[in-house]
């Protein structure tokens, strides 16, 4: 059974930057990608960014690129997300997912295993 748990959500100003963490556990982890998406109220679920085993293929959607980084650190099973100059509109609930394999895809529906979610709000 394998588990993720989010961390580093909040409440921030329009500029400011926030870091999200997800840690996984509850199994030998080898070859998986792992992704951030959001979801905000009325929307669907969206990808975020998201990276392979080795870290050398990263994906950003077009909303972030530039301004938010996704890392990984395979011996702590853990994915961050750096969030910089963040604004109103990427107020949403940030989901941390993972897949098995060595694809990489940005679609929700590629992901079997899912974290609780994060709140991220950022005010004007």
């Known amino acids: 059974q394998v588990q993720l748990v989010e961390s580093g959500g909040g409440l921030v100003q329009a500029g400011d930057s926030l870091r999200l963490s997800c840690a996984a556990s509850?199994?030998?982890?080898?070859?998986?990608?792992m992704g951030w998406f959001r979801q905000a109220p009325g929307k669907e679920r969206e990808g975020v960014a998201v990276?392979?085993?080795?870290?050398?293929?990263?994906y950003y959607a077009d909303a972030v690129k530039g301004r938010f980084t996704i890392s990984r650190d395979n011996a702590k099973n853990t994915v961050y997300l750096q969030m910089n100059s963040l604004k109103p509109e990427d107020t949403a609930v940030y989901y941390c997912?993972?897949?098995?394999?060595?694809?990489?895809?940005?679609?929700?529906?590629?992901?079997?295993?899912w974290g609780q979610g994060t709140q991220v709000t950022v005010s004007s």
């Open positions: 509850g199994r030998a982890f080898s070859n998986y990608a």
């Open positions: 997912a993972l897949r098995f394999g060595s694809a990489t895809p940005n679609i929700y529906d590629e992901y079997g295993y």
């Open positions: 990276i392979n085993w080795s870290g050398a293929y990263k």
